[in-house]
């Protein structure tokens, strides 16, 4: 759940991170997967404790979603965070108080269920930070599609193996036919979700 829709960018040779003391970080708009890293349940953690300060009364919850979320997977060396608010309207009240922490808001963002955010770190792509309503599809499917890979270690190594055959396809520039799409769905077929509009999917 750590891909946004493929664009232009995307299309560019991928690179080979170094995680050996940075755990996150990515070059913008060049295709990473890592090993996964023991680190990433901890910097989530520290970064949730920060949020639910900050933020305070305006979210309901904050979670840790896309594959750095699942033990063992590999990934984009990029957190993903899902934070639940009531109301998404309301919720443009948290801009500034992320802003003010290093989070840049993205509102040409064309998933009307959600606000998101990208943080940096030395120039590299670090964080993405979602808001949505806690009742709404986008907030219920990323959820269900973490817990669906964490429940299953065997459909956790089959997407692993997805990614790094989509990963491979870069190095030629192969469009992705659709990417993760279709996998993504089937997932949330099989624990009883609906099947996700297009943006939805390509966000997991």
Known sequence: MDDRRPSDEDLLEPVTVD???DPLGMIEGRPALVSYDDR????FMELRTTLLRELGRRVISVHHVGSTSVPGLAAKPVLDVL????????????VPVLEGLGFEYGPEDDI??????R????????????????DSS???DHLAFRDALRCSPDLAVEYEQLKSEL???HTTGRPLHGGKTAFVTGVLNSVGRSVPSTA????K
């Open 19 to 21: 995680a050996t003391t």
């Open 40 to 43: 990433w349940p901890g910097l």
């Open 83 to 94: 934070v639940a608010v009531a109301d998404l309207d309301r919720a443009l009240e948290c």
């Open 112 to 117: 009307p269920e959600r606000h998101w955010f």
């Open 119 to 134: 943080g940096r770190n030395r120039g590299l792509r670090t964080h993405h930070l979602s808001i949505a309503e806690s």
């Open 138 to 140: 986008y907030f219920r």
């Open 167 to 169: 990963l491979a396809q």
């Open 200 to 203: 939805s999917a390509n966000k």
